[in-house]
Nanobody, 125 residues
Framework: QVQLVESGGGLVQAGGSLRLSCVAS????????IGWFRQAPGKEHEFVSA????????YVADSVKGRFTISRDNAKNSVYLKMNSLKPDDTAVYYC??????????????????WGQGTQVSVSS
């Protein structure tokens, strides 16, 4: 069982930056691939970024490529999403999620079984 807690969201002006954190409980964190998703009001969950268990492989959605960077620190049971050059379209609740132990990362929401409660990111124009 993995419990995830996101933090770092807030209100920022367009062009600004935020760093989201996702802290996990448990001793198996380093064996779980982690993904970030977001959900804007009235829209479906959208894949944002994912990272492999070791952190050596990452994937970023085209919509945020060049602006968002994912990283992890397994010693701290944490994954981070650094968001630069934020746009109003980035406004959403951001969730981190974990796959089952040992499985590689995925861009599909239904492949993740552990989810955090989400953190709100609001970008004003």
């Amino acid at each position: 069982q993995v419990q995830l807690v996101e933090s770092g969201g807030g209100l920022v002006q367009a062009g600004g930056s935020l760093r989201l954190s996702c802290v996990a409980s448990g001793r198996t964190f380093s064996g779980h691939a982690i993904g970030w998703f977001r959900q804007a009001p009235g829209k479906e969950h959208e894949f944002v970024s994912a990272i492999s268990q070791s952190g050596s492989t990452t994937y970023v959605a085209d919509s945020v490529k060049g602006r968002f960077t994912i990283s992890r620190d397994n010693a701290k049971n944490s994954v981070y999403l650094k968001m630069n050059s934020l746009k109003p379209d980035d406004t959403a609740v951001y969730y981190c999620a974990a796959r089952l132990y040992g499985l590689g990362y995925s861009t599909e929401r239904n492949q993740y079984i552990y989810w955090g409660q989400g953190t709100q990111v609001s970008v004003s124009s």
